[in-house]
């Protein structure tokens, strides 16, 4: 959690995001790696400004008031994540069980998670394309090794659906 260190009003710079709705209503997505927020004085003074990283659920639009201790945004420090920025229906591609996959249980979920293993055959190249209602590829996205799979084969998604995590080496 990022929150402002002063008062003052939001400025984004290059903040590439998009609107998502999610279950606590609708909030701002950043599909962004360079964007900035900086807070500015009444005379437009930068007071701070905060790197937005990929991925981070933006809390205040552009221009908003903001106070001393006020969530800015939120993100995941220890996963990378890959977010669709189209609507469609996910296609895998070379995500084969046990090939360029694996069935890994999720010790603090509980839940099976889909997991992106190095695979001996070299041909394979794991990826989920994004299909619109005509079977057109609008988007591909490749998954490295490591990333745990939030989506399933022939899922419909919308704009802002986390594809995949990947965990951070810290």
């Given at each position: 959690h990022i929150t402002s260190k002063f008062d003052g009003y939001l400025k984004f710079d290059s903040v590439k995001a998009i609107k998502i709705t999610t279950d606590e209503g609708e909030k701002i997505l950043s599909l962004g790696r360079s964007g900035t927020i900086q807070v500015l004085n009444n005379d437009n003074a930068v007071l701070t400004k905060y790197d937005v990283p990929y991925g981070a659920i933006l809390?205040?639009?552009?221009?908003?008031?903001?106070?001393?201790?006020?969530?800015?945004?939120?993100?995941?420090?220890?996963?990378?994540?890959?977010?669709?920025?189209?609507?469609?229906?996910?296609?895998?591609?070379?995500?084969?069980?046990?090939?360029?996959?694996?069935?890994?249980?999720?010790?603090?979920?509980?839940?099976?998670?889909?997991?992106?293993?190095d695979s001996r055959d070299k041909t394979k190249s794991p990826a989920i394309d994004i299909i619109d209602n005509e079977g057109r590829i609008i988007r591909s996205y490749s998954i490295p090794s490591r990333a745990q799979l939030r989506v399933d084969d022939n899922e419909i998604i919308g704009i802002g659906t986390s594809l995949a995590k990947i965990p951070r080496d810290l």
């Amino acid at each position: 959690h990022i929150t402002s260190k002063f008062d003052g009003y939001l400025k984004f710079d290059s903040v590439k995001a998009i609107k998502i709705t999610t279950d606590e209503g609708e909030k701002i997505l950043s599909l962004g790696r360079s964007g900035t927020i900086q807070v500015l004085n009444n005379d437009n003074a930068v007071l701070t400004k905060y790197d937005v990283p990929y991925g981070a659920i933006l809390q205040l639009p552009d221009g908003a008031q903001v106070k001393k201790g006020q969530l800015l945004y939120e993100w995941d420090p220890y996963n990378s994540a890959i977010i669709s920025e189209v609507q469609g229906t996910v296609k895998f591609i070379d995500l084969i069980p046990n090939i360029t996959y694996r069935d890994v249980n999720d010790e603090q979920t509980g839940h099976i998670t889909k997991v992106v293993i190095d695979s001996r055959d070299k041909t394979k190249s794991p990826a989920i394309d994004i299909i619109d209602n005509e079977g057109r590829i609008i988007r591909s996205y490749s998954i490295p090794s490591r990333a745990q799979l939030r989506v399933d084969d022939n899922e419909i998604i919308g704009i802002g659906t986390s594809l995949a995590k990947i965990p951070r080496d810290l």
